[in-house]
């Protein structure tokens, strides 16, 4: 027999503090917090929650809860960058792997413990030799959770060595920068 000595009274012999089975599950001794892992996702747990007076009344109550994983994925885009249109990397772009060695890739923060990040990879190119633009974008989504587009700008500037870059904010917000300042 294994479990928690709450009472510190030197046995586990005690209403709640040992490890047992109910209807097939494993029934843990009594806490005050119930840690969830990455394991328990989709499945329905028993929560029970007790509760006992000075006078040595007690009772409890349950409940079946499903564990599921709701946090977000974020991730911090590559910087902005300036290219010209002789660049040859530039015949790289469309290609994730190859094109995230020379312009950078997404940095996942959070979101991705426990379970896999789908990363839709696109370019969309914008420009004319001089000027215009190509963005890169990286669609996270995971089984449960879907979240914005995460974009990377690269301007061309040919010639212009004083440009700002412009920054894309996801989910459709306006730039905080614009190119021609």
């Given at each position: 027999m294994d479990g928690i000595d709450l009472n510190g009274d030197g046995d586990i012999f005690d209403r709640g503090e040992a490890f047992s089975t109910k209807g097939g599950k494993m029934m843990t001794p009594l806490q005050d917090a119930v840690d969830f892992f990455c394991c328990d996702l989709a499945e329905r747990v028993t929560i029970e929650l007790w509760g006992a007076d000075v006078y040595g009344n007690w009772?409890?109550?349950?409940?079946?809860?499903?564990?599921?994983?709701?946090v977000a994925p974020t991730c911090i885009k590559p910087w902005d960058i300036t290219t010209d249109c002789?660049?040859?990397?530039?015949?790289?772009?469309?290609?994730?792997?190859?094109?995230?060695?020379i312009y950078g890739d997404v940095t996942i923060t959070s979101g991705s413990d426990c379970a896999n990040l789908d990363t839709v990879y696109t370019v969309t190119k914008r420009l004319k030799c001089g000027y215009g633009t190509i963005t890169r974008n990286w669609k996270l989504t995971k089984e449960t959770v879907k979240r914005p587009n995460y974009d990377q700008l690269l301007p061309d500037h040919l010639g212009s060595s004083n440009s700002r870059i412009r920054h894309l904010i996801p989910c459709g917000r306006s730039p905080i920068a614009n190119a021609n300042h």
């Open positions: 009772n409890y109550c349950w409940n079946d809860v499903l564990i599921e994983d709701k002789y660049d040859k990397n530039l015949a790289i772009i469309e290609d994730k792997v190859a094109s995230a060695a």
